[in-house]
């Protein structure tokens, strides 16, 4: 099987729903594009070979293969066949990948809902070394104030969220108004955020003086 056809993901996706895995695995056997031996991969999988479906799955990465999507198709059927935890070790935030860190966050999250906001914080601001500031509205969203202050100082944190959060929580969470707004001082002294003006600064002050208005 050499070169592209349109239609050969058809005939694969209808050969699979066939029940015909054993032929989707010598059809495929010779080839490399992640495109199609992904479905040689899921034929693994559907005859009950979990292991050999993930040995041969990540046998295929390539610099041309896409990470998130063997990631996914991986997860998939670890999931599928009772492997929570090891899906979450080896796939979990790879897969669930989207375009922001908050909703990356909620998209584990929601997938892997035995395990505490707090550990999936953790572990994607390991994945993230350098950027773990940009967790701090996910940590905040999740109502984890002292982890968010933490990502926060361990990261550069853009210095506008942190004056939002400051002047939101100013009420609710003093303490933690309070400490954001001296972070997002200390982010405009360290020259982060897009286009800061003399304003943004005194927004940080006034809320890092008391935590209010």
């Not at 992640?34 to 993930?54: D, N």
């Amino acid at each position: 099987m050499r070169g592209h056809f349109h239609g050969t993901s058809a005939c694969l996706s209808a050969l699979f729903r066939a029940g015909r895995y054993a032929e989707i695995i010598d059809i495929l056997k010779t080839q490399k594009l992640w495109h199609y031996t992904q479905w040689a991969v899921k034929a693994h999988a559907a005859r009950g070979e979990t292991a050999e479906a993930i040995k041969y799955a990540e046998s295929l990465r390539t610099p041309w293969t896409p990470d998130g999507s063997v990631d996914r198709v991986c997860e998939e059927i670890l999931l599928s066949s009772g492997f929570s935890d090891e899906a979450y070790e080896r796939y979990g935030r790879g897969a669930n990948r989207r375009g922001t860190y908050l909703a990356t966050f909620r998209a584990v999250a929601k997938k892997y809902p035995h395990k505490q906001p707090s550990e999936i914080l953790a572990d994607l601001a390991a994945d993230t070394p350098g950027e773990e500031g940009k967790w701090f509205v996910a940590a905040k969203e999740a109502k984890l104030y002292d982890l968010a202050l933490d990502l926060a100082r361990r990261g550069p944190c853009d210095p506008r969220t942190l004056v939002r959060a400051a002047r939101d929580f100013a009420a609710r969470q003093p303490e933690f108004a309070v400490e954001a707004g001296l972070l997002a001082l200390h982010w405009i002294v360290e020259g982060h955020g897009y286009d800061i003006t003399g304003r943004d600064a005194l927004d940080a002050f006034a809320h890092d003086a008391s935590g209010r208005d």
